[in-house]
């Protein structure tokens, strides 16, 4: 039962690279989410999806770029990344009452 | 500007005792608020959640209240065992959308 599956779980970028992190759920869940966690900051949103084709901005969605393919799946790209951008990041699915986390991705960038 | 406030970034009680976690809110819109744990390198787990039709909901040792007039709940965790250290996050969502809204998170240390 694997539940959230995100994929890298480290990854260091230079400067105005581009990369995607992908995130994979198995429950069945219409909403995904992605957050990213700094320091005294906590958990932010950055992207949400309520349902396979739709997308909306969260909280801090500048720099972001996001993907629901199918139900299952939700990535997020960074076109050029930035060190503001160093964080980790927490793909999660959602039923009506909670949000299930996957284990999170540790980006930083350089 | 933060919607969903943990104004206590850590906080250390003694094994056994009543553990007290406290988030404030901005929006009336939310009705819909839940608490998560989180150890680190793993993803926040889910712990318990309130709708704001109550006032109060436990589950085992743990029970959340929420004071809508306020905009104000808490976490009450009796009692604290050392396997809770851990941050806790508090969220809140609006108008059934489940766009959870997270806090800054309080980092709960519990002495043996």
């Known amino acids: 039962n694997a539940g959230v599956t995100q994929t890298p779980k480290f990854q260091v970028l230079k400067t105005g690279q581009s990369m995607t992190l992908q995130c994979a759920q198995d429950?069945?869940?219409?909403?995904m989410y992605w957050y990213r966690q700094d320091p005294g900051m906590g958990l932010r949103l950055i992207y949400y999806?309520?349902?396979?084709?739709?997308?909306d901005k969260g909280e801090v969605p500048n720099g972001y770029n996001v993907s629901r393919l199918n139900k299952r799946e939700f990535s997020l790209r960074l076109e050029s990344a930035a060190p503001s951008q160093t964080s980790v990041y927490f793909c999660a699915s959602g039923a009506d009452t909670e949000a299930f986390f996957g284990q999170g991705t540790r980006l930083t960038v350089v | 500007d933060q919607q969903v406030k943990q104004n206590s970034p850590s906080l250390s009680v003694q094994e056994g005792r009543i553990s007290i976690l406290n988030c404030d809110y901005t929006?009336?819109?939310?009705?819909?608020f839940l608490w998560y744990k989180k150890y680190p390198a793993e993803g926040p787990t889910f712990l318990i959640s309130i709708s704001s039709i109550k006032d109060k909901n436990e589950d085992g040792r743990f029970t959340v209240f929420l004071n809508k007039s306020a905009k104000h709940l808490s976490l009450h965790i009796v009692p604290s065992q050392p396997g809770d250290s851990a941050v806790y996050f508090c969220?809140?969502?609006?108008?059934?959308?489940?766009?959870?809204?997270f806090g800054t998170g309080t980092r709960l240390k519990v002495l043996a």
């Open positions: 999806s309520a349902s396979e084709g739709t997308t």
């Open positions: 929006n009336s819109m939310f009705d819909y």
């Open positions: 429950m069945n869940h219409n909403s």
């Open positions: 969220a809140a969502s609006a108008g059934g959308t489940y766009k959870y809204i």
